[in-house]
């Protein structure tokens, strides 16, 4: 089992309550138990670094007051750093552009790009009644092709035929004119992964972004990853104007350190999580849940 923030710091600093500022030794003391946590939590290690430092600049001044013991003053320090650095607030998907709005779904194989088209297309449909219609740009497996007509239909969501014969750019814009006509709010676009980064693939979901002009570019990534979640994310982010992350698999055993990793590489929202395979296992991402979460 893993030792959570709170019971590292409580052993390793001083418990008595009210003492002034934090010393420069109990930060460092405390600031390597705070790496081991999110090292325990999977955070890219150049992540921790960056992370670490801002910690210690904002605990060196931080005064404990009478009701705090100097672990309680660092882990507040801590947890109000990580919120902040995961976004402070959740932030709504972006829907503001002329209907349809464009999603594009960017991400790696199996990182669950097809289940989340599903499940976004779920959620715009049922709880804010948009219509919606998805596509598969994924002309190199008919099986994805297939896995989502299935999905989708399952949760009553229009599909855009697509077959494996097709350029993906071809696809896109028949699918975004198949839209137009059909009035429809939102045109959800999935793409082809590879089970790594690959320069071909980067090139088609490019000319797919400019051929779409998407109002969301959202990067896909499994939680479970843990440090290979910021190098997939560090080149996604250098290929695509990425509008936002969605971290799915959180309901495994990962501590959602990837969270961390993929905000402060890729610098944009998270915005949903993955919680479940069904089609309604996606929830709103909240900063100040995830944080708790990778402290434990
Ligand atoms: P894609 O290749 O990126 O389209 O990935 P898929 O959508 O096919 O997902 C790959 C696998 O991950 C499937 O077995 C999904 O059921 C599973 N999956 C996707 N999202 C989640 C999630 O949030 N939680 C869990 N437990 N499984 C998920």
Known sequence: ????????????????????????????????ELRMALLEADVALPVIKDFIDKVKERALGAEITQSLTPGQAFLRVVQSELTAT??????????????????????????????????????????????????????YRPAAIEQLRIVATAVGVDVFPSSVGQSPVDIATAALAHARLQYADVLIVDTAGRTTV?????????????????????????SMTGQ??????RAFADAL???????????????????????QVTGRPIKFLGVGEKSDKLEVFHPDRIANRIIG
């Open 228 to 233: 290979d979640a910021a190098k997939t994310a």
């Open 1 to 32: 089992m893993f030792e959570n923030l709170t019971s590292r710091l409580t052993r390793v600093l001083d418990s008595i309550r009210g003492q002034g500022r934090l010393t420069e030794e109990q930060i460092a003391a405390a600031a390597r």
């Open 86 to 139: 995961l976004g402070g607030t959740a932030e709504p998907l972006n829907l503001r552009a002329q209907p349809p709005a464009v999603i594009l779904m960017a991400g790696l194989q199996g990182s669950g790009k097809t289940t989340t088209t599903a499940k976004l297309a779920r959620r715009l449909k049922h709880d804010e009644k948009k219509n919606v219609i998805v596509v598969s740009c994924d002309v």
């Open 198 to 222: 690959d320069q071909d693939m980067m090139a088609e979901i490019a000319q797919l972004h400019a051929a779409l002009n998407p109002v969301e570019t959202l990067f896909v990534v499994d």
């Open 241 to 263: 104007p990425l509008t936002g992350v969605i971290l799915t698999k959180i309901d495994g055993d990962s501590r959602g350190g990837a969270a961390l990793s993929v905000r």
